[in-house]
C-alpha cells in the first residue's frame, strides 16, 4: 500500500446513475497520473448531487481513508442542486480562498462563463480538499494553474511528501531558511 492517498470525488446526478460516463473523474485521476513521480494510490467516489452525501464522503475520504488531498469535480455552480461549495464549507476547519480565485482567473481565458463556478478550497485535518467544475475539459484547465502550490500546502498541514514530475508540472517550496 502506498503512503500517498488521493481521493477523487465527482457529485453528478447523471454520472452517478451511469446515464453518462463520468469522463471528469477520470480526467482528474489521469492528471495525477502525469503529474506525480511519487507513488500513490486513488480512492474514488462517483456520487449523486446531495449535500450530506457530499459531507459524509468527504469525511470518510479525509478521516477514514486518509487521504492527503481530495478533489471533487462539479456541482459548483448556481444550479438548484449545485451544493459542493457548501459541503466542502461545512467539512473544513479553515477556508483556502486562493485556489478559487486563481482558477476562475485562469478560467476566463477559456470561458465567460467561469465566473459562474463557485469552486472553493479548504483544509479538513491533514486533508486538502479542492472542488473543480464539472466539464471534462475544465479539469487539467484548473489543476494546471494551481497544481504548483499544493504539494507545499499538503506539507504546511503535515501531509506526506509529494513529488512531481517536473517536466510537466513544477511544484514550489519555498527554499528552507
Ligand atoms: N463527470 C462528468 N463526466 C462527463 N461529463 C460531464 C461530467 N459532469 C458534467 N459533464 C458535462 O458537463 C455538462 C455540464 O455539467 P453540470 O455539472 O452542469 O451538469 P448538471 O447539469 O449539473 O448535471 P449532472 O449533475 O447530472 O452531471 C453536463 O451536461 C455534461 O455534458
Ligand atoms: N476552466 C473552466 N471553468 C469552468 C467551465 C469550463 O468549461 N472550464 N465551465 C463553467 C460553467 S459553464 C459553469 S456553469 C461553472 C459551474 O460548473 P459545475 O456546476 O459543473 O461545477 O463552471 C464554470 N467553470
Same mark, same amino acid.
Given at each position: ?5 488521493? =481521493?477523487?470525488? %465527482? ?5 452517478? @446513475? =451511469? ?8 480526467? &482528474? ?15 474514488? /467516489?462517483? &456520487? ?7 459531507? *459524509?464522503? +468527504? ?6 481513508? =486518509? ?11 448556481? #444550479? ?8 466542502? *464549507? ?5 477556508? +483556502? ?22 469552486? %472553493? ?8 480538499? &479542492?472542488?473543480?467544475? =464539472? @466539464?471534462?475539459?475544465?479539469? /487539467? *484547465? ?21 513529488? %512531481?514530475?517536473?517536466?510537466? &508540472?513544477? #511544484?514550489? /517550496?519555498?527554499? #528552507?531558511?
Amino acid at each position: 500500500m502506498s503512503e500517498i492517498k488521493i =481521493g477523487v470525488i %465527482t457529485a453528478s446526478d447523471r454520472a452517478s @446513475k =451511469g446515464i453518462y460516463e463520468d469522463i471528469s473523474g477520470v480526467a &482528474i485521476q489521469d492528471t495525477m497520473k502525469d503529474y506525480l513521480v511519487s507513488k500513490f494510490e486513488i480512492v474514488y /467516489r462517483c &456520487i449523486p448531487d446531495e449535500q450530506d452525501v457530499l459531507e *459524509e464522503t +468527504m469525511k470518510e475520504l479525509c478521516d477514514e481513508e =486518509g487521504c492527503c488531498l481530495v478533489v471533487t469535480t462539479g456541482g459548483t455552480g448556481p #444550479a438548484l442542486r449545485d451544493v459542493t461549495p457548501e459541503a466542502t *464549507e461545512n467539512v473544513c476547519e479553515k477556508m +483556502m480562498p486562493g485556489f478559487g480565485e486563481l482558477m476562475r482567473q485562469v478560467s476566463l481565458q477559456y470561458v465567460p462563463t467561469a465566473i459562474l463556478s463557485r469552486q %472553493t478550497a479548504g483544509i479538513r485535518g491533514k486533508s486538502l480538499i &479542492i472542488n473543480l467544475p =464539472g @466539464k471534462p475539459k475544465s479539469i /487539467r *484547465e484548473c489543476l494546471d494553474a494551481v497544481f504548483p502550490a499544493v504539494p507545499y500546502c499538503i506539507d504546511l498541514i503535515e501531509g506526506p511528501f509529494i513529488e %512531481t514530475n517536473e517536466d510537466v &508540472i513544477k #511544484a514550489f /517550496r519555498p527554499k #528552507a531558511k
